[in-house]
Nanobody, 124 residues
Framework: QVQLVESGGGLVQAGSSLRLSCAASGRAFSMYAMGWFRQAPGKEREIVASINWNGATTYYADSVKGRFTISRDNARNTVWLQMTTLKPEDTAVYYC?????????????????WGQGTQVTVSS
């Protein structure tokens, strides 16, 4: 199994940027597709981005496309979410998650391991 720990959240102004990090334990990290999710109060959890096992394939929600970038370094057991041009509607708890599959997926039920979440708050 993969243990995930997110970091990098905080309170920022609209238009600012943040980089979220997800540190994973276990040799199997490099085998799994990874994803970033977010959930705002009163809203459903949504997938923000996903990345396949080797980083060659990525997926982004329309709401973040062009602003967010997901990346990974399997040698460091780390996946990042670089967020730029942040908007107040980006405010949410962001979760890193791992699937048992190698191929990136937008289906949240495929993600079996989850981090504790990190709060991102964007002021207007």
């Amino acid at each position: 199994q993969v243990q995930l720990v997110e970091s990098g959240g905080g309170l920022v102004q609209a238009g600012s940027s943040l980089r979220l990090s997800c540190a994973a334990s276990g040799r199997a990290f490099s085998m799994y597709a990874m994803g970033w999710f977010r959930q705002a109060p009163g809203k459903e959890r949504e997938i923000v981005a996903s990345i396949n096992w080797n980083g060659a394939t990525t997926y982004y929600a329309d709401s973040v496309k062009g602003r967010f970038t997901i990346s990974r370094d399997n040698a460091r057991n780390t996946v990042w979410l670089q967020m730029t041009t942040l908007k107040p509607e980006d405010t949410a708890v962001y979760y890193c998650a791992a699937t048992r599959r190698a191929i990136a997926t937008m289906i949240w039920d495929e993600y079996l391991s989850w981090g504790q979440g990190t709060q991102v708050t964007v002021s207007s």
